[in-house]
């Protein structure tokens, strides 16, 4: 295979390909050679694995929820059966699948890459914390093998100190995890603030960066206090010790204080690397510099710190002092305003610039719709009088499931089109991925959309069984969550397909000018051989297309100040020489 | 296809009417959260269509094939982001004000309000109308204040009830407090109607009223759901009763002088109502072997229980009375002490009832004083009342 080959007809600049000893991939073989990897290439898929097993598993089990909701009185599970596969897809789905989806596997792919750094700046703690993260995950797996989880993800106090189903051990799993995510974010903020090469001020960095800098340092602020409150939880449980459970003097709104001290920040945890996601891809796709760049970057820091203040939202009707409440509904407006900054940008990014529907934009066109239904929603939850009637109804579960899945979800799925080529070195079918885009989008609207109606008809949350009239609704809900499913299914058939009848992928298929594109795909185990010369991440005016290769390659900028002075190229930036 | 149709019952694809948006606004409070609701909405709607509206306008219009290039190189707009993060500041502050306004006029009870207490536990509710009158409906006056005080028995519940868009946790350990105003009053059902329905139930067999399929309560009224919206546990979604607003106080006294005394009905007959209606049926079965969560109240009087202390008691008056108001004290093998106390909630006419019934579901229910004196195991062929070839089995599963 030839090495750094550079088409010669445009003479632009192009990574070419990676030769198999030097693909990460390739480079060594034999299962040791993964257990035991500190590649954070490697790692990034061993988390990729990881995490969409644990989705299919989630997935399923909210295949399962919805086929016991076609009928009122219930399909398919005893009340108790129910009871714990809701738990358990929540909570799987919020500690293995969402919360590291973003960071711990495209991050862990993309950090050191898009900062022209060979790994991150701890490899051996990165290593540890993926099997920390799988530590965790054999705990949950125990809890359900053993007596199951009956709680909600959520632990309430003394629900969780009464019941006789595995709490410790899920919460013990929920610990660990939290370390993995402590570890993770703590890598990335060392990372970011000393591995930049030459040139990469704070603002020259790619967007994905920021949104990376900002959830970790929520990660390493707020997941010690979740730390402590399991903690606590396991010994109020075992020891009485009489802090969340009332039969020995513990109040149970403490507990719900500390638990979502973290696990409101977690919801940022979640959302903020999916904004940075997106933030590429509307660029890229749309071939013009984001709108914007500094309000886009300053808005996710500020999300993240003013995500810190508005826990009390979760707890409006526990019996809060009414200043409380008022306070924490003013605070909670307060963080919407960063989000709206940011998709007003996305959009005027959009604006003259030269679209590409390709599979990664479809999904980030489905993020800005689904994601602006998720945000609006939150006002009417955010609003005292009418949350009084939407609380812990299945508004608030429509609500959630548009931020977190059609947000979160839909932005991963969209990174993960986006970046396999560079990861695996695969082109995957453009149509089968469109398809999948789509069904996934007119599934999840179809599942969700009629969960608003039922949330303002009065139907709670964690219903294992429900009154007739709103049976209609339920069966609508649950034929769109079927189609959703296949519409998963399908994105992940198109990308398996790829890895065994793809066509090689090129260093830069979409025309990008971060530097992930200036090297070879799948990048080489040293990402690089020099510390890269940086440009601005959003200048597109030298990505040229070559049809030939269908590939873009970068060309010199105009050079508009000098016109009669030959200047040598700048360095070259990419990893082959 | 026509089969699986029919599980399903009605739904999506029944004819039943199909109500999209709204309870009923049975409250004070319902207008001004559905009013704060619309304006949300439409203030919602016109940032959406503000920003998909563009969005979508952009992805046709500028929509080329690769190689194409951006026509514009604008990469910030300082004016254009300072308004697009203030002019939503002005909807987001007229929101957060009205919202806060309803919600504060919810929190405070005007003077001379009706109290009714609440006590929630898993898995129902008994109000508490005074004067020893306790029901799991709850029945308030038309246009009158009305403040519940609530506390929950075990873990957290919660008090919501949609048509008056109002909610309220009910936290061990705290006593909540919600108050409101119904605005509509229930019908009351056709004579014709509400004795179909008793009929209809006779005939069912089912040993607790269907609110859903009558469509009233037992005394014929129209009625409004009542929720718990805070997970509880196992039947955490059959943590449902049914609030009745009465147009009259004098229909209101009726009807609480009505659940308040046994009055001429006798103690089993009245026994077994309470069962259903202090909802021991939530736990304990009244058939042959059947363990719901408790033990089963067939074949209990007179029998031997096996304790988990080791010793073994004999199911008498003291046993029964005593396991209703202290529940943790005695028991019985093979079983969580889950139980809340009834003390306070039933008078003692009431406990004499529930143990007439229970003696009533009982092959001992004559004889155990005597079979309990000769201390025999399993004697009492010729007397049994009830069909008693199950005796054996029943111990066991008492045992369980």
Excluded at chain 1, 7 to 15: E, L, V
Excluded at chain 1, 319 to 326: K, L, R
Excluded at chain 1, 347 to 362: A, D, F, Q, R
Aim: proline share 5%; net charge negative; hydrophobic share 45%.
């Amino acid at each position: 295979m030839a090495t750094g080959a550079v088409p010669a007809q445009s003479g632009g600049r192009d990574a070419g390909f990676v030769s198999d000893s030097e693909n990460y991939l390739k480079n060594s073989s034999g299962l040791l050679s993964w257990i035991f990897t500190l590649d954070h290439k490697r790692i990034g898929v061993m988390y990729l694995v990881g995490i969409l097993s644990s989705f299919l598993a989630g997935g399923l089990l909210a295949m399962g929820i919805r086929w016991h909701l076609m009928s009122p009185d219930g399909l398919l599970f005893s009340n108790d059966a129910y009871n714990q596969v809701f738990t358990l897809h929540g909570a799987i789905m919020v500690f293995l699948f969402i919360i590291p989806s973003i960071p711990a596997a495209l991050g862990n792919f993309l950090v050191p890459v898009m900062l022209g750094a060979k790994d991150v700046a701890f490899p051996r703690l990165n290593l540890c914390s993926f099997y920390l993260w799988l530590g965790g995950a054999f705990f949950f797996v125990g809890a359900l093998m053993m007596n199951g989880l009956d709680t909600g993800w959520t632990f309430y106090t003394p629900y969780s100190t009464s019941t006789d189903t595995s709490v410790v051990m899920a919460t013990l799993g929920a610990f660990i995890l939290g370390f993995s995510s402590i570890f993770t974010g703590l890598n990335f903020i060392v990372t970011i603030n000393t591995m930049r090469p030459p040139g990469m001020t704070w603002f020259r960095m790619p967007l994905f960066l920021w949104a990376t800098y900002a959830t970790s340092i929520i990660q390493v602020l707020a997941t010690p206090v979740l730390g402590i409150t399991l903690l606590l939880l396991i010994a109020e449980k075992t020891m009485h010790i009489g802090i969340f459970d009332p039969e020995y003097n513990g109040d149970p709104v403490t507990f719900q204080h500390f638990f979502w001290f973290y696990s409101h920040p977690a919801v940022y945890i979640m959302i903020l690397p999916a904004f940075g996601i997106i933030s590429e891809l509307i660029s890229v796709h749309s071939h013009k510099g984001i709108f914007g760049y500094r309000f886009i970057a300053y808005s996710s820091i500020a999300i993240a710190l003013l995500g810190f203040l508005v826990w009390g939202h979760h707890m409006f009707t526990s019996g809060m002092s009414q200043v409380t409440v008022i306070i924490f509904s003013a605070l909670t407006f307060t963080v919407s305003v960063p989000s709206a900054i940011k998709v007003f940008n996305w959009v005027s990014t959009m604006y003259k610039g030269s679209i590409s529907l390709t599979t990664p934009m479809c999904y980030a066109l489905s993020f800005i719709f689904l994601f602006t239904i998720g945000g609006l929603t939150g006002l009417f939850l955010g609003t005292l009088s009418t949350d009084l009637h939407l609380h812990d109804t299945y508004f608030v579960v429509a609500h959630f499931h548009y931020v977190m899945m059609g947000g979160t979800m839909v932005a991963f799925l969209g990174g993960l089109f986006h970046w396999w080529p560079k990861m695996m070195g695969k082109m995957f079918n453009e149509t089968g991925g469109r398809i999948s885009a789509a069904i996934v989008f007119v599934g999840f609207n179809m599942a969700f959309l009629p969960q608003f109606l039922l949330g303002n008809q009065g139907m709670p949350r964690r219903y294992a069984t429900y009154d007739p009239e709103f049976a209609w609704l339920h069966q609508l809900s649950s034929i769109g969550a079927f189609t959703l499913g296949i519409g998963l299914l399908t994105a992940g058939l198109v990308l398996l397909h790829s890895l065994f009848r793809g066509k090689q992928a090129p260093a830069n298929p979409w025309g990008g000018a971060t530097l992930e594109w200036h090297c070879t795909s799948p990048p080489p185990f040293y990402n690089f051989k020099h510390a890269p010369a940086v440009g601005d991440p959003y200048e597109f005016a030298n990505v040229e297309y070559d049809s030939a290769t269908d590939n873009y390659v970068f060309t010199d900028l105009p050079r508009e100040l000098v016109p009669d002075e030959h200047e040598p190229a700048p360095a070259s930036a990419g990893g082959q020489a | 296809m026509f089969n699986a149709l029919e599980i399903l019952g009605p739904g999506l694809f029944g004819d039943d009417a199909k109500a999209l948006w709204f309870p009923d606004q049975a409250s004070t409070y319902a207008a001004e959260s559905d009013g704060t609701y619309a304006m949300i909405l439409w203030v919602s709607a016109f940032f959406f269509v503000l920003v998909l509206g563009p969005m979508i306008y952009f992805t046709f219009k500028y929509h080329k094939p690769k190689g194409g290039k951006a026509t514009s190189r604008v990469r910030h707009h300082n004016l254009l982001e300072i308004t697009w993060s203030v002019v939503p500041c002005f909807f987001l502050v007229i929101m957060f004000v009205r919202g806060s306004w309803g919600y504060l006029d919810m929190q405070t009870p005007p003077e001379g309000t009706r109290q009714i207490d609440v006590e929630a536990y898993k898995w129902a509710w008994s109000m508490n109308y005074g004067n020893g009158a306790i029901h799991p409906e709850l029945h308030v006056l038309l246009n009158e204040p009305t403040k519940l005080v609530m506390r929950s028995k075990d873990v957290l519940h919660a008090f919501y009830v949609p048509a008056f868009r109002i909610k309220r946790d009910i936290v061990p350990g705290r006593y909540n407090i919600v108050w409101f105003q119904a605005t509509i009053p229930s019908e009351k059902a056709s004579d014709e109607e509400l004795d179909a329905a008793l009929a209809a139930h006779k005939e069912s067999g089912d040993a607790t009223w269907n609110y859903d399929k009558y469509q009233i309560t037992e005394d014929g009224y129209r009625y409004y759901d009542l929720f718990c919206a805070e997970y509880c546990g196992r039947d955490h979604s059959m943590m449902q009763t049914y609030v009745v607003v009465h147009e009259t106080q004098e229909d209101l006294d009726a009807w609480i002088k009505k659940i308040s005394s046994r009055g001429d009905t006798p103690p089993a007959e009245y026994g077994e109502k309470l069962y259903k209606l202090r909802n021991c049926v939530g736990c304990h079965s009244n058939e042959p072997n059947k363990v719901v969560v408790g033990p089963t109240f067939h074949n209990l009087y007179g029998y031997e229980r096996p304790l988990q202390s080791g010793q073994t008691v004999v199911a008498d008056e003291q046993y029964i009375r005593e396991s209703i108001l202290e529940p943790k004290a005695k028991i019985v093998q093979g079983y969580n002490p889950q139980m809340p106390s009834f003390k306070g909630q039933l008078s003692d006419d009431d406990i004499a009832s529930l143990i007439a019934y229970m003696k009533s579901l009982s092959d001992r229910g004559e004889t155990a004083s005597d079979a309990a004196q000769a201390n025999d195991s399993t004697a009492s062929e010729g007397e049994a009342e009830v069909a008693g070839d199950d005796q054996p089995a029943a111990a066991e599963a008492a045992a369980n």
